[in-house]
């Protein structure tokens, strides 16, 4: 029992320390992002408690001003950051351009949207903190005003009301209604626009809506426009007021505290003089909004362009494949484009992973009708059935891009492991066409729950399978179909045609799998074909799966460097 328990945790250690290995930029990056955070609250806190400046103000407010004032510097840190990770264009670069960033290394560039969620909890929970400080002081600032206020707190609050003073409390009398005095200012207005653009976006971005309404969540994320406007304007009307350094040199804090009295009478404890600190939210954001303007500025000159449709084709199973032509379009394997349909949505944007091959004079992307917008498209091209549209005829399409994504990396790899379901087998599609030369080994896993789902796929590893025969390259493909549901009668008359050379559905040479595949016996065996290599598993599938596959590389990778090592892409837009 005790070698059984030595053996699980030595097995978790090796798992922890691959998993290290393999995430060890994301990690780094993920707890530099949360020490920056960390530091950047305490250090505002902490000079906001002690600042002399602030002294007074303190005693209105307490310590929710360092609250409030903490989380809004961390609150400008992410919103300088959301930008950047979706900037396709910016990540492009970077992945084509940096040294650093080559080989595996170069796959964490495809977790861009993690970290773009996880700078947005970062803005939510900081926005939380200071919306519940902000209302806290909204009713010190109140109850300073009252009858009951009394000595320095009442003092302070009067301040103002005589000429050449100014006031450190917003809130001139108590029988003001703080609400209606809070939305008549500019830091009240914005922070209202703020908060409901930030909960619009939020709850939008949820999967349960992205799957129900992805329009839904494409409109409201627009709404950061708004947010970004409010946020360079939100401290405009400076409400948090501390003393000014020339009051300060006059007016000794320490000193004059406990002489309240004798503000106005004694020259030695002049009355102190108060003003907002100039706002610096667009400083933090300035970069990134105009790197951004220039991301959008730059789709909007690609959209200009003219893109001609030279072939439409419609598969079974809802498949549209669309060829196109542009002007100076060049693209990379693995590489995808966002395209556009005026004619159903002059805002919406929607990803496709490019399905030609670098030396063709056209690219061509397989789109799969899955929603609103791509039911649209196939109904505007006609292709409900299989009468299609003479090209000239055919709507207006808008390209963007193309931008670099997981794939790309396939080539630096000895090997590589690529797992499809039925949804997503337009993305392997690319890479077949590419000189294998270039790449030594491939595994290919194709998961389908029903056999319609093959009709158009298997004639292109059909035509792949002929070719490479004929070159005496068979080996450097290994494909693995996996059929996952079927019927009584399909089973029959699988079974009656068992042992034919080809397979009773695709028909190819290789046999289609029946269930799912055992992915431990498939990891442990790749492993042992590969014992010192490092192996690339790309993924385009549901969650649940990658999920699994992720857990499985880090099962199987050695805790010895020069072991097999496999590395987990997932294909993200």
């Not at 707890?31 to 505002?44: A, K, P």
């Not at 902000?134 to 600032?141: A, F, G, M, S, T």
């Not at 302070?156 to 450190?168: R, V």
């Amino acid at each position: 029992m005790k070698e059984r328990i030595c053996q699980q945790q030595e097995r978790k250690t090796v798992m922890m320390g691959c998993w290290m290995l393999n995430e060890s930029v994301s990690v780094v990056l993920a707890l530099s992002w949360l020490g920056v955070n960390l530091y950047l609250f305490i250090d505002t806190f902490r000079w906001y408690g002690e600042e002399e400046s602030f002294f007074y103000t303190r005693v209105i407010l307490g310590s929710t001003l360092a609250w409030a004032r903490a989380s809004a510097v961390c609150l400008n840190f992410n919103c300088m950051l959301i930008l950047l990770p979706i900037s396709r264009n910016l990540i492009s670069f970077i992945r084509g351009a940096s040294i650093c960033c080559r080989g595996p290394w170069r796959r964490h560039l495809d977790k861009n949207l993690k970290f773009h969620k996880l700078v947005a909890y970062g803005i939510a929970i900081n926005a939380t903190i200071h919306i519940a400080a902000h209302l806290c002081n909204l009713e010190r600032y109140h109850l300073s005003q009252s009858a009951e206020a009394d000595g320095l707190l009442a003092a302070l609050s009067k301040l103002g009301n005589t000429p050449n003073e100014s006031y450190i409390n917003p809130i001139r009398t108590s029988h003001t209604n703080t609400t209606t005095e809070l939305l008549s200012t500019i830091a009240g207005i914005t922070g209202l626009l703020i908060s409901l653009a930030l909960i619009l976006i939020m709850t939008s971005s949820t999967e349960f809506i992205r799957q129900i309404s992805y329009e839904l969540f494409w409109y409201t994320h627009h709404m950061f426009i708004i947010f970004f406007i409010s946020l360079s304007i939100h401290g405009a009307g400076r409400i948090v007021r501390g003393q000014t350094p020339e009051s300060l040199l006059l007016h000794n804090v320490t000193f004059c505290r406990d002489h309240y009295a004798e503000w106005q009478a004694a020259a030695q404890c002049p009355v102190p003089q108060f003003s907002g600190k100039e706002p610096s939210a667009w400083k933090w954001v300035a970069g990134p909004v105009v790197l951004y303007a220039c991301e959008r500025v730059i789709r909007f000159w690609r959209f200009q362009q003219e893109v001609v449709i030279t072939k439409v084709v419609s598969h079974p199973s809802g498949v549209l494949e669309l060829h196109m032509k542009k002007r100076n379009f060049k693209m990379a394997p693995g590489q995808y484009v966002l395209l556009q349909c005026p004619s159903i949505s002059s805002l919406e944007w929607h990803p496709f992973t490019l399905t030609s091959a670098p030396q063709e004079d056209f690219f061509s992307v397989h789109i799969r009708t899955a929603g609103d917008w791509t039911r649209a498209l196939r109904k505007a091209f006609e292709a409900e059935g299989q009468a299609i549209k003479e090209p000239r005829s055919l709507p207006r399409l808008a390209v963007d891009g193309p931008f670099g994504a997981a794939l790309t990396d396939v080539f630096h790899y000895p090997a590589d492991w690529w797992r499809g379901e039925r949804k997503n087998t337009d993305y392997w599609r690319r890479y077949f066409l590419v000189e294998t030369k270039k790449n030594p080994l491939v595994y290919f896993y194709w998961i389908c729950r029903e056999p319609s789902a093959f009709e158009w796929f298997a004639d292109l590893l059909l035509s792949l399978e002929t070719r490479m025969s004929e070159q005496g390259k068979t080996h450097l493909l290994s494909y693995h179909i996996f059929l996952t549901s079927w019927d009584e009668n399909q089973a029959i008359h699988i079974a009656l045609h068992w042992d034919e050379n080809t397979d009773v559905i695709t028909g190819l040479k290789q046999k289609t799998f029946y269930g799912r595949p055992n992915w431990n016996n498939e990891f442990r065996q790749i492993a042992y074909n590969h014992p010192s290599s490092s192996i690339g598993v790309f993924c385009c599938g549901p969650k649940a799966l990658s999920k699994t596959l992720q857990r499985m590389c880090r099962v199987y990778s050695s805790a010895d460097p020069r072991g097999v090592h496999f590395y987990y892409n997932k294909e993200s837009f």
